[in-house]
């Protein structure tokens, strides 16, 4: 398996997991443009993503979503909660009581079926839709501009929430995608409902485990025999304290629904982590509030408090750049 960070922090997320067989995108964080940029650095080839998984309905998860899900013609897997939050973040004009929402979702399936019927569906457009997408890239315009063709019916064009498919998952619930078997998980985040995930192939374990305000026994259970293990280690904090935020955003950041701190990253690392992971990325730290050799150090000194933990490698995940690819 294979995971690979194309970008980690407030500005954007998104990290490809892979198995010999299955590919999928964790969160679209970053304008389509961007994303298929960055997946070009790293040798994926986006036209090979199976699904795009959505951890919660926050602006640096799901910027690029709607864009890259219509050109690629690929199912996006949200709770239904999540799906919903996104759907309200891009309509903000329109009020939807649940039952209004129970028939947008009948109208979405039958806008897709109906497309099937008439052979326009996303699926027969794919790599004339990448090759677009990559000729945009080329050219320097972007791919998430909304008077570029999609491929996609004329609903999709007039909406800007219409996805080619979705599917909905639990947090707790098993499913499966291809050959990777997906166990997500709940996260106490100030989101719709947000989850961390864990996926499985061929004997191997990686997990994700982004924007969380602190480690509940449900997480630390979940996050047990992984190999490689992309973990929150948001933010120092002193920096944060003394840092450019306002209050209210401070208050929220460190609020038990906020993100991790350096320190409570490395409380977990030396008190509740089993040591399995070849390598922990440290991921979500905060550009203002935080420094990657700051957040390394931490989690190291946990380590070395540890030696069962000395086998482990960190790594950090970027903002600005993808990093190399991990494969075990
Ligand atoms: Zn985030
Ligand atoms: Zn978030």
Sequence with gaps: MQMTVLASGSK?????????????????????????????????????????????????????????ARKLGIPVYFTEPTHRAWVRMMKPRTTMSYAQWLIHVQQEKEARARAVAEGSAPEQGICDSMSAAVEADRTGTTCGEPDEPETSTSKAKADPAFLPA??????????????????????????????????????????????????????????????????????????????????????RVLSRVGHLSNLATAEFLERDYDGSAAYVVLGHLSESNNAPELARMTAEQAMMNHPTLLGNRIVLAEQAAPINPICI
Excluded at 28 to 53: F, N
């Design 12 to 68: 954007g997320n998104s990290t490809v997991i892979s198995s010999s067989k299955t590919r999928v995108l964790v969160d679209a964080g970053l304008s389509c443009r961007e994303l298929v940029r960055r997946m070009a650095m790293v040798g994926e080839d986006p036209s090979k993503l199976d699904a795009i998984l959505i951890t919660h309905e926050h602006q640096d998860h799901v910027t690029g979503l709607g864009v890259l």
């Design 166 to 251: 979705v599917e909905y998952f639990h947090s707790g619930r098993q499913f499966c995608i291809g050959d990777i078997e997906v166990t997500p998980f709940t996260i106490p985040h100030d989101a719709a409902d947000p989850c961390g995930f864990v996926f499985s192939s061929e004997g191997v374990r990686m997990a994700v485990a982004t924007d969380l305000g602190y480690m509940p026994p449900n997480v630390k259970a979940a996050l047990k025999r992984i190999d490689v293990l992309l973990l929150e280690s948001n933010h120092d904090l002193e920096m944060l304290k003394d840092g450019p935020y306002p209050w209210s955003v401070k208050q």
